[in-house]
């Protein structure tokens, strides 16, 4: 279909990272995250862990009109949405669209090396899905 390889990473939308850090990080048995970013673009800051090969996101919002900002404001704190990782993301992107399901992105976004697009909630039973590389 579109190859999915694997789960790459499930984030959680917290409203204070550093707070979710101390429950999340004693859950996961880790004194520590295993890296942490900002992505100005979507107005976000993370702290990563990496359990049994998979990464758990928590993704705090850093401005009032981000996409966690607005998910939080909505539905509280949770789990946002799940990425799965493809060999090609325009790829699976026109994969997507020929089955008919229902983009975010008319074209991926970029991240670093990798490309991303957004499958839409309600086309999802209301799970926000990306696809990246």
Not at 20 to 43: L, N, R
Request: contains cysteine; negative net charge; glycine residues 8%.
């Amino acid at each position: 279909m579109i190859g999915i390889e694997r789960v790459d990473h499930i984030c959680i939308a917290v409203r204070d990272v550093d707070a979710a850090a101390k429950v999340w990080g004693q859950f996961f048995g880790k004194t520590k995250h295993d890296s942490e970013y900002t992505h100005e673009a979507e107005g976000i800051h993370v702290f990563r862990y990496k359990v049994g090969g998979i990464y758990y996101e928590l993704i705090a919002s850093t401005r009032e009109d981000s996409e966690v900002d607005r998910f939080i404001s909505r539905k509280g704190e949770g789990f946002m949405l799940v990425f799965f990782k493809v060999p090609n993301t325009e790829a699976a992107m026109k994969g997507l669209i020929d089955q008919g399901y229902q983009l975010i992105d008319e074209s991926p976004r970029v991240w670093r090396q990798s490309h991303y697009v957004f499958v839409h909630p309600r086309f999802m039973n209301g799970v926000l899905v990306e696809i990246i590389d």
